[in-house]
């Protein structure tokens, strides 16, 4: 059975920063492309930031610059930093794994997490 277990949401002010982390067990992890999407409420997933098995990144635009992906093998990890977080970053941040590289990924989710809140207030 596959786990995904994220932590590390929580409040924050605009302009600071949270660091995400997700443990993975139960698949391949090398297999996999890793990736993070968020939801806020009443809206749809969206894509932030992908990682491939061979350590490509991919980011949405909107956040180029101020959110770093990144996977730590040895552990199973999956972690994205989150630097100058905005009001609009607000909402539930799920980690995924994804036989898919790129933004895409978000349409071909083999499994993901119960989620992590964020409340960025201004």
């Known amino acids: 059975q596959v786990h995904m277990v994220e932590s590390g949401g929580g409040k924050a002010q605009a302009g600071g920063s949270l660091t995400l982390s997700c443990t993975v067990s139960g698949l391949a992890f090398d297999d996999y492309a890793m990736g993070w999407f968020r939801q806020a409420p009443g809206a749809e997933r969206e894509a932030i930031s992908c990682?491939?098995?061979?350590?490509?990144?991919v980011y949405a635009d909107h956040v180029k610059g101020r959110f770093t992906i990144s996977r730590d093998t040895a552990k199973n990890t999956l972690h994205l930093q989150m630097n100058n977080l905005k009001p609009e970053d607000t909402g539930s941040y799920y980690c995924?794994?994804?036989?898919?590289?790129?933004?895409?990924?978000?349409?071909?989710?083999?499994?993901w997490g119960q989620g992590t809140l964020v409340n960025v207030s201004s």
């Open positions: 995924a794994a994804s036989l898919v590289y790129g933004l895409s990924f978000i349409k071909n989710l083999d499994a």
């Open positions: 990682i491939s098995w061979n350590g490509r990144t």
